[in-house]
């Protein structure tokens, strides 16, 4: 696709359920990044894929947060029994390379709310 | 422990005037530092990019300066126009472990623009 796609845009749901978020990264680019933004908060990096490897889980929050990436392409974040706190805007980004070297592209995010 | 730091946290200027947006950084060893502009409910867009040997960078009206000496950047806004109104986000990459470049965000500056 032209740009980067997340889906659901918005997603409403009950404490204690499991969520999935969706990311189509830009066809091509090997370098995948997850972040969350809080309201009123900067951005906070969840995971870095490249390819389908994940060589730094370090911003993942806790055990009940997991991420995987299939086929070069489409990334999943699953976040179990979801918690209020877990509210947040969650961002995708995709590079052509390693986030430093090349421009990094977000996609629109998906609006969480844990009620 | 990595840290970017922006001011003014809130900006608010008359349309036609200039302003300048602050970010100083602890990251290291440093790789790059880029700016964001971040309109409401979109995903954040680059603006410049910078590396250790470029001291100012422009992209229209929009100008970015690095002093890796005292890790300080700036990034200044001439002749805003309503359109400027945004979150402007500071983002430093450094070197992790296994030859990544981790992105460390800033909070980010809030302009608003009046007509």
């Known amino acids: 696709g032209a740009g980067v796609s997340q889906s659901p845009s918005n997603k409403v749901t009950e404490k204690g359920k499991d969520v999935e978020l969706r990311c189509d990264p830009i066809?091509?680019?090997?370098?995948l990044y997850w972040y969350r933004q809080s309201l009123g908060q900067g951005l906070e990096f969840l995971i870095y894929f490249q390819g389908n490897s994940a060589p730094d889980k370090s911003g993942l929050p806790s055990d009940r947060f997991s991420a995987e990436r299939t086929g070069g392409s489409v990334s999943t974040l699953t976040i179990q029994r979801t918690q209020q706190e877990d509210s947040a805007v969650y961002l995708c980004?995709?590079?052509?390379?390693?986030?430093?070297?090349?421009?990094?592209?977000f996609g629109q995010g998906t609006r969480l709310t844990v009620v | 422990k990595n840290q970017v730091e922006q001011s003014p946290q809130s900006l608010i200027i008359l349309e036609g005037k200039n302003c300048t947006l602050q970010c100083n950084y602890t990251v290291s060893p440093f790789s790059n530092l880029r700016w964001y502009k971040q309109d409401t409910g979109r995903g954040p867009v680059s603006l410049t990019i910078?590396?250790?040997?470029?001291n100012t960078k422009s992209n229209g009206r929009y100008t970015a300066t690095l002093d890796a000496d005292t890790k300080q950047s700036s990034l200044h806004i001439t002749a805003s126009q309503l359109s400027d109104s945004a979150s402007y986000i500071c983002v430093v990459s450094g070197f992790a472990s296994g030859g990544s470049y981790i992105p460390t965000f800033g909070r980010g500056t809030s302009l608003i623009v009046h007509p």
């Open positions: 980004a995709s590079s052509l390379g390693r986030y430093g070297d090349r421009e990094a592209f």
């Open positions: 910078m590396t250790f040997s470029e």
């Open positions: 066809s091509g680019h090997t370098a």
